[in-house]
């Protein structure tokens, strides 16, 4: 297992950005395909973008892109995603969600794909 821990969130005014972290503890991430998943008030978890061992592939849902950027640097153990141009809708928690995945460079959208997940982050957007 990968002991996974989501910082970054908060209370903000759409329009503003927020940058999440996803830090790893006492396991690298080196080999992990990561993604990011947010379950707002009332829905199911839906996924928003996910990135390769590597850093060199990277997907993300539509109703994200061009906004949300996902990154890593695994010399911090660390994924990230930069959320720009926050909306009200973006209002969920948000999870972090890893895959051992070398040597494959895939990206992953589902669930149950993930091996282990952290315990989220709350992002509150507000009119």
């Known amino acids: 297992q990968v002991p996974l821990v989501e910082s970054g969130g908060g209370l903000v005014q759409a329009g503003v950005s927020l940058r999440l972290s996803c830090a790893a503890s006492g396991r690298t991430l080196r080999f992990y395909s990561m993604g990011w998943f947010r379950q707002g008030p009332g829905k199911e978890r839906e996924f928003v973008a996910a990135?390769?061992?590597?850093?060199?592939?990277?997907d993300y849902a539509d109703s994200v892109k061009g906004r949300f950027t996902i990154s890593r640097d695994n010399a911090k153990n660390t994924v990230y995603l930069q959320m720009n141009s926050l909306k009200p809708e973006d209002t969920a928690v948000y999870y972090c969600?890893?895959?051992?995945?070398?040597?494959?460079?895939?990206?992953?959208?589902?669930?149950?794909?993930?091996?282990?997940w952290g315990q989220g982050t709350q992002v509150t957007v507000s009119s």
């Open positions: 990135i390769s061992w590597g850093g060199g592939s990277t």
């Open positions: 969600a890893a895959k051992r995945a070398y040597p494959s460079s895939n990206t992953y959208r589902k669930e149950d794909e993930y091996d282990d």
